[in-house]
């Protein structure tokens, strides 16, 4: 029997946001499965819309046997703690060793993310995998699935057999990715080596907004991508790149798998290398809410506000107050009552006071916070002023869009608070608004408002664009840079221009 070891690290890190990824933010269960270890893996994470979900689905039509190990994810954020990567990185190698030792192993499968940032491993998925070369030597198959912000160092392509990234932004082809990998992982056992590997990195960074493969230039670029793979027989991967991580190997790489792989590289990054083709239009936060009122006017559907800068997935702590202030500025809830909403507002103390009100209650209280940003000036106040509370959830709610399918998130003490006719999401737990079940989750149809402001950068757009007359993006203070060029890098590449 094919016996194959499955882990997983998951962590995207803006290393200018304020908070750190410790120990607890993996074990939570909040915006992620909470860390989990042996045969409960695959119980709690299979049939959802994750990469080793759609592994472990492969890996039973291959006839392998599986040998679950550890799984760990955690909301984006800033750097992860030495004891939180110790753990997880101890746990996935003492299992390697456990695993040689009783059978022994044929192969392993990593579910991560690629744009992880460690306190003392700037390059944390690539430390991971050479303390797995260490354990097992370099003939042991190791093959990685990636998220598409991953920024692919040259240790990782040179340590792992096989690496592929999704192909979606919002990423809604997570679990066929994991199966992808294990296509790859099949090639690779078949062959007996390595296959030829290409690759090509670019000397710009790419704004996240951006990278949206809904628009163009991305939704183009990957079409080509497949197309060249099925002419090719290559697989072929493109991450445009977590912008926001502070290393000199941050930025966009391509790279393929397979006998004609320098052929698909070159072809592509012919396609895909031109700077001025990734630049997007944002709004500050003032002028895009006056535009979203004037559209949500006349519109038959809800037009969709994205607070890009405070966006939770990407290292955000969601509880910026730039765009409540700016409609409560230009009246946007009296204008229509009832009819905005933003989400999600992080924020446990007002949460609990909520709660501990009770329904109906009117209450006094700051919303939100001033946090720390990458201009070195703090973001807006909170909004003080009383709030109405509509609604009271116990934060849990089954996600059912086309993002994370099937993934149930604990948020804890959840409500609906209303000031001046603006409807606020409030969670004591931290999850990007992607889907509008979180909306539900406190009684706020999105179907039924004008206005939907959503802390989220593109995610939003596999749920709530469809169901949108319009989409705008907002740049109001926060620890996220629409643009990387604001960035105050101090190890970044000298070569990589920061602007495309």
Known sequence: MTRILIAGYQHETNTFAPSLADWAAFTRGDSFPA???????????????????????????????????????????????????????????????????????????????????????????????????????????????????????????????????????????????????????????????????AARRFPYLIPLNAQSTLLEPAAGL???LKALDRELGTVTSFCPGFPAADFDECGPVLWSHGERAETA????????????????????ARDAVAQALGLAASAGKPVVLADTQDNPGAGGDSNTTGVLHALLAQGAGRRFPGQVALGLMFDP????????????????????KAVPTFTGQPSDPPVQGRFKVLALADGRVTLKGPMMTGLTVGLGPSACLEIEGIRIAVTSGKKQLLDR???????????????????????????FQPNASHVLVAKAAGPMAADPGDLPFRRLAPATRTRP
Not at 265 to 284: D, F, K, M, T, Y
């Open 35 to 197: 860390f989990t270890r042996g045969d409960e893996m695959v119980r709690q994470l299979a049939g959802i819309n994750i990469p080793v979900a759609g592994f472990i689905d492969a890996a039973r039509t291959h006839g392998w046997t599986l040998v679950p190990s550890a799984w760990a994810g955690a909301i984006p954020s800033s750097y992860v703690t030495l004891d939180a990567f110790e753990r997880i990185a101890e746990a996935i190698c003492d299992d390697v060793r456990a695993a040689k030792d009783r059978g022994g192993l044929d192969a392993i499968y990593l579910d991560l993310h690629g744009a992880a940032v460690a306190e003392h491993a700037l390059d944390s998925e690539g430390e991971l995998l050479a303390r797995l070369r260490a354990i097992v030597g370099p003939a042991l198959p190791v093959v990685a699935s990636l998220d598409l912000h991953a920024n692919v160092t040259r240790r990782m392509l040179e340590l792992a057999d096989a690496l592929v990234s999704y192909r979606t932004y919002p990423h809604v082809d997570m679990a066929d990715t994991g199966a992808l990998a294990a296509q790859l992982l099949a090639r690779r056992l078949a062959a007996g080596r390595k296959e030829p590997q």
């Open 222 to 224: 990957y079409d080509e």
């Open 265 to 284: 590289a070159e072809r592509l990054w012919a396609r895909a290398g031109e700077p001025a083709q990734w630049r997007i239009e944002v709004l500050p």
């Open 349 to 368: 103390a007002a949460a609990r006071a909520a709660h501990e009100a009770g329904l109906g209650a009117e209450i006094d209280l700051p919303l939100g």
């Open 437 to 463: 079940e979180l909306l539900r989750m406190v009684g706020i149809q999105a179907e039924q408002m004008k206005l939907i402001v959503v802390k989220s950068s593109v995610h939003f757009r596999a749920d």
